[in-house]
């Protein structure tokens, strides 16, 4: 009789983020505060759209081909795994993996690297 492979819930989690095809960045997008500096409780509704439009993200994975056209990144990656980026809102196809907010851009879509994001939001 065969052993069944034991699948964790967490590798099954793990596995449902996608890969970045082709010059494509995965970038995941910080969760909004529950509530206001005042201490005033957001509904969800509003972190939800507020998230949309975030400008914020965090790069996840790179895609194979992204920042590998030396015509166009003369002086190499505009960002890496693990930067804060800005970018515009709404960019990207956007995704929800178990609660989580990710988007899949393009690599000139970067505008900007920021090594703190905290306190950032859009004008």
């Given at each position: 009789?065969?052993?069944?492979?034991?699948?964790?819930?967490?590798?099954?989690?793990a596995?449902?983020?996608?890969?970045?095809?082709?010059?494509?960045?995965?970038?995941?997008?910080?969760?909004?505060?529950?509530?206001?500096?005042g201490?005033?409780?957001?509904?969800?509704?509003?972190?939800?759209r507020?998230?949309?439009?975030?400008?914020?993200?965090?790069?996840?994975?790179?895609g194979?081909?992204?920042?590998?056209?030396?015509?166009?990144?003369?002086?190499?990656?505009?960002?890496?795994?693990?930067?804060?980026?800005?970018?515009?809102?709404?960019?990207?196809?956007?995704?929800?993996?178990?609660?989580?907010?990710?988007?899949?851009?393009?690599?000139?879509?970067?505008?900007?690297?920021?090594?703190?994001?905290?306190?950032?939001?859009?004008?």
């Amino acid at each position: 009789m065969a052993k069944e492979k034991v699948v964790r819930l967490e590798d099954k989690k793990a596995s449902q983020v996608p890969e970045p095809c082709g010059f494509k960045l995965l970038i995941a997008i910080p969760e909004k505060e529950k509530k206001t500096e005042g201490g005033v409780l957001l509904p969800e509704d509003t972190r939800r759209r507020e998230e949309a439009a975030s400008l914020i993200g965090m790069v996840m994975k790179v895609g194979p081909d992204a920042y590998k056209d030396e015509n166009r990144f003369p002086t190499g990656p505009w960002c890496k795994e693990g930067d804060f980026i800005v970018m515009r809102s709404y960019s990207g196809t956007r995704m929800v993996i178990h609660g989580q907010e990710f988007r899949l851009i393009n690599d000139d879509s970067v505008e900007a690297v920021v090594d703190d994001p905290r306190g950032v939001s859009k004008a």
